[in-house]
């Protein structure tokens, strides 16, 4: 079962504007990661950010999280075509394990 | 550096077929590693994970297994491929030092199952 789950499942934005991501989950984690994927390619990890841990800055990425709503965000600034691309999050299984779920993510695409 | 090499890229198999995919990772000791599939479109689902040679954690009950032979090495198998095989596989790694390791993965393996 997935774990995470992200919002919206498309998004189509201009070039500099703004992107937001939503992810939610089900069960306590210990850490939430994002990721990026481009068409037909591995997914590279973007941030992580801990469940002790509300908001986290890397570049022009800004991640927070609420533990007490079970989700997260992940906001891109000023995006552009080079942005385009599925965003996924992952959380850890809660446990001892090193198990990570990944939701079923958003496709971004920033129109030029 | 560590690198992550998976192999082939591209696999069109019949039904019924065997299955072998290759994962080896460099530059890193006691690696985790992870085995998982994506559906067109979809996200990741994990198939196998190991944390060791020899141990393997299956995550889904289905027509695959893995194996790690060596220390850096995954391999995931089949002995006889299904239409609902067809997928993207990916391998992954991640360091062995607990939940907080981000994974890295390969390029992945698009399986076509005819």
């Known amino acids: 079962s997935q774990q995470g789950e992200e919002d919206p499942q498309a998004l189509s934005i201009q070039e500099g504007e703004n992107a937001t991501m939503n992810c939610s989950y089900k069960t306590s984690i210990n850490n939430l990661q994002w990721y990026r994927q481009n068409s037909g390619r591995g997914l590279v990890h973007l941030i992580l950010?801990?469940?002790?841990?509300r908001e986290k800055h890397s570049g022009r990425l800004r991640v927070t999280l609420d533990t007490s709503k079970k989700s997260s965000s992940l906001l891109i600034t000023a995006s552009r075509a080079a942005d385009t691309a599925s965003y996924f999050c992952a959380t850890d299984a809660g446990d001892s394990s090193y198990k990570l779920i990944f939701g079923s993510g958003t496709r971004l695409l920033v129109r030029p | 550096s560590q690198t992550i090499h998976q192999w082939p890229a591209t696999l069109v198999q019949p039904v019924g077929s065997p299955l072998s995919l290759e994962c080896t990772v460099e530059?890193?000791?006691?690696?985790?590693l992870y085995w998982y599939r994506q559906a067109a479109g979809r996200g990741l689902q994990l198939l196998f994970y190991?944390?060791?040679?020899?141990?393997i954690s299956s995550e889904v009950p289905q027509n695959l297994s893995a194996s790690r032979p060596q220390d850096r090495q995954f391999i995931l198998s089949s002995k006889k491929l299904l239409l609902s095989d067809s997928g993207f596989y990916l391998c992954a790694w991640s360091a062995l030092q607990g939940p907080d390791s981000p994974l890295h993965f390969g390029n992945g393996t698009r399986l076509t199952v005819t």
């Open positions: 950010i801990r469940s002790n841990e």
């Open positions: 530059g890193t000791s006691n690696p985790n």
């Open positions: 190991s944390v060791g040679i020899g141990q």
